[in-house]
């Protein structure tokens, strides 16, 4: 088998390496070994960070519907029914940018969600 001199390759590894760990601190960002562990680090939190970030803006979404639900005299899985009753898809995204930007056009949904669930429970 014939001898590989990966001379460049390694280099330019390392290369892109030491650029990712800039602005770390003190030989983190300048001795190989510390570099490479600090930017493999970043690059797992960053992957497992990408998942908890739409989960915590789906918690955050579910914390403002769920107050402005209650100004309205309902809970949050009693609106959410009575979308579904009247047939109203709009995702939590929406609804609490509607609930904190517009407060007049979420009441007007809710009010349709509150009306859907009393025909629901009267039938």
């Known amino acids: 088998m014939p001898r590989v001199k990966s001379n460049v390759v390694r280099l330019a590894?390392?290369?892109?390496?030491?650029?990712?760990?800039k602005g770390a601190f003190g030989g983190r960002s300048k001795l190989w070994k510390a570099a490479k562990?600090?930017?493999?680090?970043?690059?797992?939190y960053a992957y497992r960070d990408r998942?908890?970030?739409?989960?915590?803006?789906?918690?955050?979404?579910?914390?403002r519907i769920n107050a402005a639900a209650r100004l309205h005299d309902?809970?949050?899985?009693?609106?959410?029914?009575?979308?579904?009753?009247?047939?109203?898809?709009?995702?939590?995204?929406v609804l609490a940018d509607l609930?904190?930007?517009?407060p007049q056009a979420?009441?007007?949904?809710?009010?349709q969600a509150r009306?859907?669930?009393?025909?629901?429970?009267a039938a």
């Open 13 to 21: 590894r390392k290369k892109q390496i030491l650029k990712h760990a």
């Open 37 to 44: 562990e600090t930017v493999e680090r970043g690059w797992r």
């Open 51 to 63: 998942k908890n970030k739409k989960r915590e803006f789906r918690r955050l979404w579910i914390i």
């Open 74 to 93: 309902m809970s949050y899985s009693a609106f959410i029914n009575g979308l579904h009753a009247a047939g109203l898809e709009v995702d939590r995204k």
């Open 99 to 102: 609930a904190v930007r517009e």
């Open 106 to 111: 979420f009441a007007a949904i809710a009010e």
């Open 115 to 121: 009306k859907a669930l009393d025909a629901k429970t």
